[in-house]
């Protein structure tokens, strides 16, 4: 099983919290930048990586995304400062 999948919160121009999921996050991000990205990206620009969690499967990583895009602003901030980022 493949366990390089990550999953990332951006803080976006608009100060909006985006979170998804990749192998590699510096690629998404210039996707994201570029317009080639999520829909969620036109309009608003990814500003700076607040958090980073390695070490999932495509499946895991995709349930640990859903399961934060559940919470609310503020316990997602509570998770960006309260976990330790890993890049």
């Known amino acids: 099983m493949d366990f390089n999948w990550k999953v990332y919160i951006v803080r976006c121009s608009?100060?909006?919290l985006y979170t998804g999921i990749t192998t590699?996050?510096?690629r998404r991000l210039r996707e994201h930048a570029?317009?080639?990205g999520a829909k969620?990206?036109?309009g608003r620009q990814p500003v700076?990586?607040?958090y980073v969690e390695d070490g999932h499967s495509r499946s895991?990583?995709?349930s640990r995304e859903a399961w934060i895009k559940g919470l609310s602003r503020a316990e997602k901030e509570v998770l960006i400062v309260t976990e330790i980022p890993v890049t």
Do not use: K, T
């Open 14 to 16: 608009d100060g909006s």
């Open 34 to 36: 570029s317009g080639r």
């Open 48 to 50: 700076a990586v607040l």
């Open 40 to 42: 969620y990206f036109r």
């Open 60 to 62: 895991s990583a995709s």
């Open 24 to 26: 590699d996050v510096e």
